[in-house]
């Protein structure tokens, strides 16, 4: 059983893992093979990762849950933007002793002193336990309106890693059938060309029509080819 810790009606999606992830960017690819050597190393680390929305940054925060779980050691993963658990600053408290917290869109509650002294206390302490904590947001974090000095001192050690949107269109149809093939189906070649061209260039968007097509093919009993696609999107 994964030893991940998860907020009450929150779960990791089974598709998601480093291999699923697709990047453009040379930099990125390096830093993310950096991070995961972080984490098989277990060492006391912290990083922030930085992108616009549904660049990806949800995907990796899972996947690094689920790497650490895999080796059976324990992780945590807290969504901040999510309505369903709307969590309070002492949520952080104690997850200093977990091998890993993931914080997802952390910007959205650091404007609070309440949770800056949070960050600040978990960063602090997961150094001394030895412990790794990720988490992301939008902005710099050197743009945040930090009012405590402890945050800005935790904050000195941070590596922050830029996670860039996807813009090439074979990239966003390798990353569709990456992601179909962990989902445990295919998503034929003509097929990924087509939802790009139709769809915005956005991954998420692309994701959720995927999640769509994938329902009706196991409703329906019949394989995603362009014909049904078609078919199914004029209904």
Sequence with gaps: MLSIQMPLKIGLREEVSFDSFVTESAATAISLNQFQKSLQQSSASAFYLQGGPGVGKTHLLQAACRFKANRHESAVYLPLNDSRLPLIADSLNGLDQTDLVCIDD??????????????????????????????????????????????????????????????????????????????????????????????????????????????????????????????????
Excluded: C, Y
Excluded at 184 to 190: A, I, K, Q, R, V
Excluded at 223 to 234: A, G, N, S, Y
């Design 106 to 235: 952390i910007d959205v509650k650091i404007v609070s002193v309440e949770w800056q002294k949070a960050l600040a206390n978990l960063l602090i302490k997961s150094q001394t336990s030895g412990n790794v904590v990720v988490f992301s947001g939008q902005d710099s974090f050197l743009n945040w309106p930090v009012q405590l000095t402890e945050l800005n001192s935790a904050l000195v050690s941070v590596l922050t890693l830029q996670i860039p949107a996807l813009s090439k269109g074979e990239s966003l149809v390798d990353a569709l059938q990456r992601h179909a093939q962990k989902r445990g189906f295919e998503l034929p070649l003509e097929v990924g060309n087509f939802l790009v061209k139709k769809f915005s260039a956005e991954i998420s968007e692309l994701m959720a029509v995927l999640h769509l097509l994938e329902q009706a093919t196991l409703a329906e009993k019949r394989r995603l080819t362009l014909p049904f696609v078609k078919d199914f999107l004029k209904r």
